[in-house]
């Protein structure tokens, strides 16, 4: 953040609109030095940075909540508003900000009524447009500089020791963690780890894959189909060889004559049976169809009769009349003429008469709907009939063959039981293997229903896991990609926490070394200043080998203060010049307001500050009276100025006593006479370019 | 991560290099293309929020970032 410029309206002791107080922004003339003397006004100059940028006042500045003028007050009529504003310009990062604060108080008859405050800011990136940015004006300065930093940068130097008091030391650990960074890093951390036990919750909530288990039934349900089928063909040959083998057998016994008939009569009552076992199987198959295509006509019969109900009380209500049909007429109606030709005119005679026949006539519509239902119904009824005498025949079919079958099977029963008894031993073991090969061919049957069955289980199982794994794959997909949500979020935090103490290795240690470079040039004390693992900032010496905490005095914090502002600056400033570094503060350049610098220092401590200050920072604004400015400040500063003011305070008092600063060989008043009665202050730029 | 144990003898190896801005920021710089995006998006989004006193909702926000990232 380098500051451009400040100006003030009604603020405090400022009458009316100040002219822009433009700040020294050279490296080198880095100093802006604003002269005044006592409660003219520097301090207000100090909170009016705060004030825009923060809202914020120093501790010193008294009745805070009385910012406006008080003769811009005097000067309004009651109920009048009266304004009053700060507006400061900088720049950062290429941008250039403008931002206004203000606020309204209405005078009352006996007092003065507080208005609201309002922030206003414009930003331009160079090309002389100026915008709204879409950030509010708060968030976009506490990225720059976050507010909590700002006691660092905008201070009084003669209360600068409070920011290392012990009751602070939180407060300035909290300001070094946020300005290195480490407070970026640990809440990323925190919060990166409470958003990875989101994810995990959200993991739990998709479930135990069970996908690989899934996968495995399903290969197992699989290869036993597979073996069923392979088992299913291996019988099925081995039924077919059965049943060569048995005919060749048996054949055998046609060639003995005792059993010749006998065998002949077997294999015609065989061939037989087999036919009316197909038979018998077509009349089965014949009866399944009747049922599934027509047995529905069987249960319509009461539904027809309330149809056939409906149809003729509609016909007595004379809603199905026959002849002219309503949608006829209305045809007439629409074309305006009659089938006889007359014209059917609105309001005519020969309209009205035909409109008369709408009263009579029925809907075209639902008559037709009406006859062709009826004739639908009538074709049900007639099918229930057809239905039951198609099933009676079959039935009887049925019936007739299962007969015949049963006489076909007492017949082979007893040509088997005659070869089985038959003398002739050779008939008797031909029987016998024929027997053998039956029962071996009725088991190989049963085994083949058996498969049949398992494998009709198998693909319902099997039907039923694929829409399960098509279930889990989704869930699949959902689990990986939490899965790759919370690696990436662990090796966040890894990477974050390795950060973190890459950190404190470097830059803590790296911070101590310059605060103690920077003390030990300033203050003669033998004293170290120490940052603990918490960013603790402690003045230690070193008694006998032992280290232990000084009590410093006010000067000993003063100038520990300012060596630790001081090295926060240059140590930040340095990193960030490396490497945009996206942990730290954007910015890059800090700017030191000071408001009675060095106040309690001795003389070669004032000197020593004065000359390592405006090397540290990259812009530094003092605000002094004569007596502070005098002397080693002059001197060491005095090479470093690029812009001076002069507050010079108009003073109401009849007999003021008149002062005056001599500048550059030039006399400045500090005080005049006011030209009324109000005392105000006016702001005047010296003139640098007089020798 | 497995960079951890490499990470941790290179620091050993540096300790005495304060200033290495570069090994500060290794870890980050070497990370994989979605770990970097989602660690610069959340610091973005932590300095935003640095001088704000409720965190409400952040944990929300940096889910959001995760969920935008891995995807």
Redesign the interface.
């Given at each position: 953040m380098k500051l451009i410029s400040i100006s003030f309206c009604n603020f405090r002791s400022f009458y009316g609109r100040t002219p822009e107080m433009f700040l020294a922004v050279d490296e080198v003339k880095n100093t802006t030095v604003i002269h005044g003397n006592n409660g003219v006004g520097k301090t207000s100059i100090l909170n009016g940075f705060t004030w825009v940028l923060y809202e914020k006042f120093s501790a010193a500045f008294a009745s805070a909540e009385q910012l406006v003028n008080k003769r811009a007050v005097a000067e309004a009529s009651p109920g009048q508003a009266v304004e009053c504003y700060v507006e400061v310009t900088w720049e950062h990062d290429g941008k250039r900000y403008r931002a206004k604060r203000q606020s309204r108080v209405y005078r009352t008859e006996s007092d003065v009524e507080a208005g609201k405050t309002d922030m206003f800011m414009l930003v331009t990136a160079g090309d002389g447009r100026w915008f709204v940015p879409d950030q509010h004006p708060d968030?976009i300065i506490?990225?720059i500089l976050?507010?909590?930093l700002h006691q660092y940068f905008f201070f009084d130097g003669e209360r600068i020791e409070k920011i290392v008091r012990n009751d602070k030391k939180a407060e300035i650990a909290e300001a070094t963690k946020?300005l290195l960074g480490v407070?970026?890093?640990n809440?990323?951390i925190r919060?990166?780890a409470?958003?990875k036990r989101?994810?995990e919750a959200e993991l739990r909530t998709i479930g135990d894959l069970e996908i690989k288990k899934l996968l495995k039934q399903h290969n197992n349900i699989e290869s036993q189909v597979e073996a069923i089928s392979k088992r299913s063909f291996e019988i099925q040959q081995e039924i077919e060889y059965q049943n060569i083998f048995k005919q060749e057998v048996a054949g055998r016994l046609r060639e003995l004559g005792a059993v010749k008939e006998l065998q002949e009569r077997r294999q015609h009552l065989e061939s037989q049976k087999s036919l009316l076992q197909k038979q018998l199987a077509k009349s089965k198959d014949n009866l399944q169809r009747f049922i599934s295509n027509q047995g529905y006509s069987v249960l319509l019969s009461e539904k027809n009769i309330q149809f056939r109900n409906i149809i003729e009380k509609l016909k007595d209500a004379g809603g199905l009349k026959s002849g002219i049909s309503r949608e006829f007429v209305i045809n007439l109606l629409n074309g305006s003429k009659c089938i006889c030709g007359s014209y059917l005119h609105e309001h005519s005679q020969a309209r009205k008469h035909v409109e008369q026949w709408l009263e009579k006539a029925g809907s075209s519509t639902v008559e037709e709907t009406a006859i062709r239902m009826t004739a639908q119904v009538d074709e049900i009824d007639k099918q229930a009939v057809s239905f039951w005498q198609a099933v009676d025949t079959e039935q009887v079919r049925i019936n007739e063959t299962r007969q015949t079958l049963g006489q076909i099977e007492t017949e082979l029963q007893e040509i088997k039981e005659k070869l089985r008894k038959n003398p002739s031993e050779e008939i008797r073991d031909i029987e016998q293997r024929v027997e053998d090969i039956e029962v071996k061919i009725s088991e190989l049957i049963f085994e083949q229903g058996r498969n049949q069955q398992q494998t009709d289980t198998l693909n319902i199982e099997l039907d039923d896991l694929n829409k399960q794994i098509a279930k889990q794959k989704l869930n699949e997909e959902r689990q990986l990609?939490a899965q790759?949500?919370i690696t990436?979020?662990?090796?966040?935090i890894?990477?974050?926490s390795?950060?973190k103490?890459?950190?404190e290795?470097?830059?803590r240690?790296?911070l101590e070394?310059r605060v103690q470079e920077i003390f030990s040039a300033i203050s003669p004390a033998p004293y170290i200043p120490k940052i603990s693992d918490k960013y603790e900032l402690t003045l230690m010496e070193n008694t006998l080998g032992v280290e232990m905490p000084v009590a410093a005095s006010t000067g000993e914090n003063q100038i520990l203060s300012l060596s630790f502002i001081s090295s926060i600056i240059d140590k930040v400033r340095?990193?960030s010049g490396?490497?945009k570094?996206?942990?730290l503060?954007?910015s890059s350049t800090f700017p030191i307001v000071m408001d009675s610098p060095f106040g309690s220092l001795d003389e070669i401590s004032r000197r020593h500050i004065a000359k390592i200050v405006p090397e540290m920072a990259n812009q530094l604004v003092v605000l002094v009276t004569k007596t502070q400015w005098r002397g080693e400040l002059e001197e060491e500063i005095a090479n470093r100025v690029g812009k001076e003011y002069i507050l010079i305070y108009h003073s109401s008092k009849p007999d003021c006593e008149q002062d005056y600063i001599e500048l550059r060989g030039v006399r400045y008043p500090l005080i005049r006479q006011s030209p009324n009665e109000f005392e105000y202050t006016e702001i005047v730029e010296v003139n640098r370019d007089v020798e | 991560?497995k960079k951890?144990s490499k990470?941790?003898s290179d620091?050993e190896n540096t300790?005495n290099?304060?200033?290495?801005?570069?090994?500060?920021?290794?870890?980050?710089s070497t990370?994989?293309e979605?770990?970097r995006k989602?660690?610069?998006m959340?610091?973005?989004l932590?300095?935003?929020r640095?001088?704000r006193k409720s965190?409400g909702h952040?944990?929300d926000d940096?889910?959001t970032i995760?969920?935008g990232?891995?995807?």
């Open positions: 968030d506490n990225q976050p507010c909590s946020m407070e970026v890093i809440r990323s919060h990166l409470e958003a989101s994810l990609l790759r949500r990436a979020t662990t090796d966040a890894d990477r974050l390795e950060v103490t890459r950190q290795n470097h830059f240690y790296s070394k340095e990193w490396k490497k570094m996206l942990m503060p954007e | 991560m951890q990470v941790s620091l300790e290099n304060f200033d290495d801005i570069e090994d500060v920021q290794a870890p980050i990370a994989p979605d770990v989602i660690i610069e959340v610091w973005q932590e300095k935003n640095l001088d965190f952040i944990s940096i889910l995760i969920k990232v891995v995807q």
